[in-house]
């Protein structure tokens, strides 16, 4: 007998033999070859949880591919690249050494219902030449979430080594592919959305290798400066649908929680996801994550982020509820009355006391109803000194507060103790110098000044401080000046640190009154800030920031932006529902240092935003914000805001281009229903009502009138 077997017909589900020889030889040599294929391992294990399919390398654990009907194909890896768990292991021959699936073998997999367990006695290291005694083993539990749409996933590390383990990386999704295309897939957190696949391009130019374009760290920090997480949820996709990620550890981390590594792989150009905890698991410690939430989704963000919604509603639990004119207001007012550096000089005042009655009605009439005054005082000193004598008595200062108060502005001074010039008394060393004046070469920071030298009181429990803090702040609150703006809110308990003392602040000053108000510079996330502000006062960066997400999630507190003379900026922040700050500066001035009337252009702004939020105030005050995912295609030409209530959406349309007509497409029946498939759309141009019309399905093709830049036109769909 002779036969020959092709190799290219050796794939699944092809196999044909070639031979010279009776038939029946044939059929059992098809049986006896096909028996020894089946047998043979295909390499992974698929599992399905909540709708959503994972592949994982049988031998080592890591994640091949994550795909949703909802997205097709989210992540796709090779088995060298691909991830799930990842330590850092420093030892004396190479600092750099990982422990991570990847480099693992014979890991154990174990498939329940709507559950899989992956678990390495012994995880791998990326080198095999360093020396170490013991092994370091790791547990990924994966299980479908009671949602019916979510996957949570957590992890144990055992560290059974002579080595400390400093860093874990978990969840690590590596392989992460461009599923709603290139321009179309965003990686959006609280404080900004950018375009990996875009922006994360290596350039042509010269750059050092381990800051280039391709890496991006988005960490914890000052809250509203673009460059941070903000709140512990990210999502990555498009209009069309995405993956959204959180974590179940409210508030503050176990470990310090580094934050999220992107880095966009010149090899394969896909992307990978790092959860990022800096902490110290000892030889014969242990260490357990908190649960990492996935939902994947379809439409935008704003569906990714409603499970991250309803773990927030269950942890905010704000000390007051939001004063009725912060709510409802379009925003504050903020001044510079005088450079807060150097008290003795007598030049340099914007305003005095006697001048905040004028610059109040300016305001009222500008729907600003809260005024925050900076450079009232001697900053970073403690205990509270008074107010400057160039700017008028204590006296003056209350009955301004007073007179301000019946107009219908609250005033809030802004003060400065977290960090001190006083420290040393407290037991730290001054550590750090802040200073600027327009008088300066440069203005802010030259290396010869230090009368802004001091140091942060860190941690914040410290006594001392606390009861002159306390003290300082009780005698302003019991003259008459119950609100307050705090400068650098580091909260980092719970139980001892700043949060004790802010609550009892804020007692005594609702028991003076009720309206009373606190804000501060945001300093770490919005998990730690939210039950203790009522609206931020944070610098913010536009170039890049994208707050929609965040202030999508709660009532409070309201997110500042800061408007020195941008229409563009306070139109847009008005659409979407930001608390805007504004201060206009004199020309080469400092800012909040001039009227608002002496710009004219952002006067008139202001009064239309005012006027319309108070037109739809219902929408602002007690809709879901979506931000623009009404729109299943992006719209260039305008900026779009959507509000939706139970039985009926706002949709706000800025044009953002030159005079033109805009059309843009929605998908109105994701985010509201109609039995009927009918919907009423009225349609606003500057909130007067010009036209009804009906729509009769759930897509929506919408062609405005004429629009000059930045006109506003609103329109209204209530379900039939």
């Known amino acids: 007998m002779v036969f020959n077997i092709h190799p290219a017909f050796l794939s699944p589900g092809r196999i044909y033999i070639y031979m010279k020889s009776k038939l029946y030889l044939t059929a059992i040599l098809v049986f006896v070859f096909g028996a020894s294929y089946a047998q043979q391992s295909t390499g992974v294990v698929k599992a399905t949880l909540n709708g959503t399919q994972f592949v994982f390398d049988e031998e080592r654990g890591s994640i091949l591919s994550i795909s949703h009907p909802a997205t097709g194909t989210i992540l796709q890896s090779s088995r060298d690249s691909a991830g799930i768990v990842d330590l850092a292991f420093p030892v004396k021959e190479f600092e750099p050494l990982r422990l991570a699936s990847r480099f693992s073998k014979n890991v154990q997999i174990t498939k329940g219902n709507g559950l899989v367990t992956i678990h390495w006695a012994e995880l791998g290291a990326s080198r095999s030449f360093t020396k170490f005694q013991g092994k370091v083993s790791a547990t990924v539990t994966l299980k479908e979430d009671p949602d019916g749409q979510s996957v949570s996933m957590s992890c144990t590390i055992e560290n059974q080594s002579d080595h400390p383990v400093p860093q874990i990386v978990f969840p690590d999704l590596s392989g992460i592919v461009p599923f709603c295309g290139v321009e179309g897939t965003e990686f959006r957190t609280g404080g900004i959305a950018i375009k990996p ?119 905010f639990k704000p000390l007051y509820p939001l004063p009725a004119h912060v709510r409802d207001g379009l925003g504050y007012r903020t001044i510079w009355m005088r450079n807060f550096f150097y008290p003795k000089d007598p030049k340099g005042n914007n305003f005095r006391f006697r001048d905040l009655p004028k610059v109040a009605r300016e305001a009222k009439e500008h729907g600003l109803d809260e005024m925050v005054l900076w450079g009232w005082n001697d900053a970073f000193t403690l205990p509270l000194p008074p107010p400057n004598p160039f700017l008028g008595t204590e006296q003056d200062m209350v009955k301004a507060v007073a007179d301000c108060k019946k107009i219908g502005v609250n005033i809030a001074p802004f003060r400065s103790v977290m960090i001190t010039e006083t420290a040393s008394k407290y037991g730290i060393e001054p550590n750090t110098e802040y200073n600027y004046d327009p008088e300066f070469v440069p203005e802010l920071n030259p290396r010869y000044a230090v009368a802004g030298k001091g140091a942060a009181i860190v941690p914040s429990s410290n006594k001392l401080w606390q009861e002159e803090a306390l003290t300082s702040t009780k005698r302003l609150i019991d003259i008459g000046v119950p609100s307050i703006s705090w400068d650098q809110f580091f909260t980092v308990g719970p139980g001892r640190y700043l949060d004790t003392l802010i609550t009892q602040i804020r007692k005594i000053a609702k028991d003076k009154d009720p309206q009373s108000t606190f804000s501060a510079e945001a300093g770490t996330n919005m998990e730690n800030e939210y039950s203790f502000l009522d609206y931020t006062w944070n610098w913010d960066y536009s170039d890049g920031c994208d707050y929609r997400a965040l202030i999508s999630l709660l009532p409070s507190p309201r997110i500042n932006l800061n408007i020195d003379r941008s229409v563009s900026e306070a139109k847009v922040g008005f659409a979407d529902n930001l608390y805007l700050n504004i201060y206009p500066r004199k020309p080469d001035g400092v800012n909040g240092s001039d009227y608002i009337s002496n710009h004219p252009v952002l006067s008139k702004a202001l009064k239309q935003c005012a006027r319309l939020r108070k037109q739809f105030l219902n929408y602002f005050v007690k809709g879901t914000f979506i931000g623009d995912c009404i729109l299943s295609k992006n719209c260039a030409d305008a900026h779009v805001s959507t509000y939706v209530l139970p039985k009926s959406m706002l949709v706000i349309v800025i044009n953002t281009k030159d005079k033109k007509e805009i059309t843009f497409e929605g998908d109105v029946e994701p985010w509201l229903k109609s039995a009927t498939g009918r919907y009423t759309i009225k349609q606003y141009n500057d909130g007067a009502l010009v036209k009804t019309t009906t729509l009769g399905k759930s897509q929506w093709i919408q062609k405005t009138p004429v629009m000059k830049y930045l006109d506003i036109c609103m329109y209204e769909l209530i379900p039939e």
């Open 197 to 315: 696949f875009v922006d994360m391009v290596v350039k042509e130019h010269d750059n050092f290798y381990a800051i280039n374009e391709s890496i991006r760290w988005f960490h914890y920090g000052f809250v509203l400066d673009g460059k941070n997480l903000v709140i512990k949820w990210m999502d990555i996709g498009g209009r069309k649908g995405g993956l959204s990620i959180f974590s179940k550890d409210w508030g503050i981390n176990k470990g310090y929680d580094e934050g999220v590594f992107l880095r966009l792989s010149e090899t394969s150009h896909t992307l990978r996801y790092m959860r990022t905890v800096n902490t110290e698991i000892a030889p014969n410690a242990s260490w357990q994550s908190p649960e990492y939430i996935l939902t994947p989704h379809r439409n935008g963000w704003a569906k990714g982020i409603i499970p991250y919604r309803l773990w927030a509603q269950q942890n």
